[in-house]
């Protein structure tokens, strides 16, 4: 699943954060990169990410056009990351795996020309497997690409039909098989909580998806985000009671095959915890390059939001001005402690006590009542060394969240 990291939308505005802030950084945090794909084959009912269906078909993709403004984009953001080295690279969408072979090891080239990556570094492509063709996984596995994400949603071909997926079961296991060939680090994306999905039904979905022992597992139940078709034309989809059956088989059901249950929806063999997210979740920073991508870049004095322009065409008229931020705004001291909270709870073994200075420029002192309560609800374990959920923490996670809101810094 391409991860969004969970930010507060930030007030339209060009003008650009310039002025000294207020922090005061000993160090900056890692810092991952962001490549945002906007097009797919199709369109689907429940998704709410920046994607589009080309008008004139997959064959009209401006494939060239666009990673020449992908490289202009990257130019330049080069001063704002200067000297810092890449730790993760995400490459979401729309669908990735639509650009040709040659047009990846391109953007890949561009991209090792510019910024220098750590010799470790986490290269995550997304595939939809109604776009695998054969030998396109090893193509971009030479390429670097070294973790693929695999977004199957279910096995069923009544709920992929529902979903409005353009595979089906077979091509499913398909690209699943090619990605066991090309790769020795994958995830498999799997929702539950479907249109008309009884509990048996989604059990079927995770027990393929554990026989098939990918090293990484995205489990996550589906909503109904605005701007959608279905917030549109509402499905009917199951009660309380068996979506709590279905949360409860996946958590049994993957810890029992040796995954462990470390992101709210993430689930991970030993030493298989996707980096790039786990960054996202620690408030690392990230550069987002491409149509609507959001970045997160650290200063010793400051803490700066951008979001690129959104629509793929929008996005390409900027490339000869290369200027792509529609809008940029510097994080307040007041929003910080909400928005390390908003993302870091959402780790199960939570996060060092001191990531909270390191990473906001913060003291302590500035959510300590909000700390105190969190801890006599019974919603955080905390001391001088750990933040972590509770049981009752994980599952009432918004209200967690929401003791550090401005209000309570």
């Known amino acids: 699943m391409s991860f969004i990291p969970i930010v507060p939308v930030a007030p339209p505005t060009v003008e650009r954060v310039r002025a000294p802030g207020a922090l005061r950084l000993a160090a900056l945090p890692p810092l991952a990169?962001?490549?945002?794909?906007?097009?797919?084959?199709?369109?689907?009912?429940?998704?709410?990410?920046?994607?589009?269906?080309?008008?004139g078909g997959i064959g009209a993709i401006p494939e060239r056009e666009f990673?020449?403004?992908?490289?202009?984009?990257?130019?330049?953001?080069?001063?704002?990351?200067?000297?810092?080295?890449i730790i993760s690279v995400f490459i979401g969408g729309g669908?990735?795996?639509?650009?040709?072979?040659?047009?990846?090891?391109?953007?890949?080239?561009?991209?090792?020309?510019l910024l220098p990556l750590e010799a470790d570094c986490e290269i995550t492509l997304e595939a939809n497997p109604g776009t695998v063709e054969s030998g396109r996984f090893a193509a971009y596995r030479a390429s670097g690409v070294n973790r693929l994400s695999i977004g199957v949603q279910s096995f069923d071909e009544q709920k992929l039909q529902a979903l409005g997926r353009i595979h089906d079961r077979r091509q499913a296991l398909a690209a699943i098989e090619a990605a066991q060939r090309a790769f020795d680090n994958f995830n498999i994306d799997l929702m539950y909580g479907l249109p008309g999905q009884l509990p048996e039904q989604s059990r079927e979905d995770v027990e393929t998806a554990v026989e098939l022992a990918p090293p990484h597992l995205s489990i996550y139940q589906l909503t109904i985000e605005a701007n959608t078709v279905f917030a549109k034309q509402r499905p009917q989809l199951p009660d309380e009671d068996s979506i709590a059956s279905m949360q409860e088989f996946v958590e049994e059901r993957t810890a029992a095959a040796g995954y462990r249950h470390y992101e709210v929806s993430a689930y991970a063999r030993a030493g298989r915890e996707c980096r790039h997210n786990l960054?996202?979740?620690?408030?690392?920073?990230?550069?987002?390059?491409?149509?609507?991508?959001?970045?997160?870049?650290?200063?010793?004095?400051?803490v700066v939001r951008q979001v690129r322009y959104s629509s793929p065409s929008s996005y390409l008229a900027r490339t000869r001005q290369r200027d792509f931020i529609?809008?940029?705004?510097?994080v307040s001291t007041a929003e910080l402690p909400f928005e390390f909270m908003l993302n870091a709870m959402r780790l199960l073994d939570g996060v060092p006590a001191q990531w909270f200075t390191k990473r906001t420029g913060l003291p302590l002192a500035a959510i300590d009542g909000a700390l105190r309560e969190a801890v006599r609800r019974d919603l955080l374990k905390a001391d001088h060394e750990r933040w972590k959920p509770t049981t009752l923490g994980t599952r009432f996670l918004s209200d967690l969240q929401a003791l550090f809101l401005p209000r309570h810094a």
């Open 33 to 55: 990169v962001y490549l945002h794909f906007p097009w797919c084959v199709r369109k689907c009912p429940y998704c709410d990410f920046n994607s589009h269906e080309p008008s």
């Open 279 to 302: 960054n996202y979740w620690g408030f690392g920073d990230y550069l987002g390059i491409g149509p609507g991508a959001h970045s997160k870049i650290s200063f010793p004095e400051r």
């Open 326 to 330: 529609a809008s940029e705004a510097e």
């Open 67 to 85: 990673l020449q403004a992908l490289r202009a984009d990257l130019e330049g953001a080069l001063p704002l990351v200067w000297g810092r080295r």
């Open 95 to 113: 669908t990735p795996s639509l650009l040709s072979a040659a047009g990846l090891d391109a953007l890949l080239s561009d991209l090792r020309a």
